[in-house]
């Protein structure tokens, strides 16, 4: 009888496995990418001086804006404090599409980055972390 149910356990174990690195590996990418964006904030700010100035905010911005998004990226890689990265990143992304609505750039690179980065901010919280899937189960 034991043979029978380890082989039932096996897909869905490997399954899990499957789902908690495929997690892993998006919420990898999602950290490069703060990081890379708060270290060109930080160290590089010329280089995103005509977008900031499309959408009206002060190069100064940018001393206070990268360490922002670095502790994000922080505090949603260490797994006690990843939920609260996650509601911290999809603040600053949801800013960061709302500053293109409002200079009438509706669908522009910069808004679908920042749509795809917070859904899979989420998507990857979602598949690493069982209590993330307690609280929002999607298949029963």
Request: aromatic fraction near 6%.
């Amino acid at each position: 009888m034991s043979d029978t149910m380890s082989l039932h356990q096996a897909p869905e174990t490997m399954t899990l496995h499957r789902a908690l690195w495929t997690g892993r590996i998006m919420s990898a990418f999602v950290v490069i990418a703060l990081a890379a964006d708060g270290t060109i904030q930080l160290f590089a700010p010329a280089q995103i001086a005509s977008m900031l100035q499309e959408t009206g905010f002060a190069m100064d911005l940018t001393r206070v804006v990268g360490p922002i998004i670095l502790a994000c990226a922080v505090l949603y890689a260490i797994p006690a404090t990843a939920v609260l990265g996650a509601i911290l990143v999809t603040g600053f992304l949801g800013g960061a599409i709302c500053a293109h609505v409002r200079i009438g750039e509706l669908g522009s690179p910069p808004e679908i980055i920042s749509l795809l980065l917070g859904a899979m901010t989420w998507g990857a919280l979602y598949l690493r972390d069982p209590r993330i899937r307690a609280i929002l189960p999607l298949i029963h």
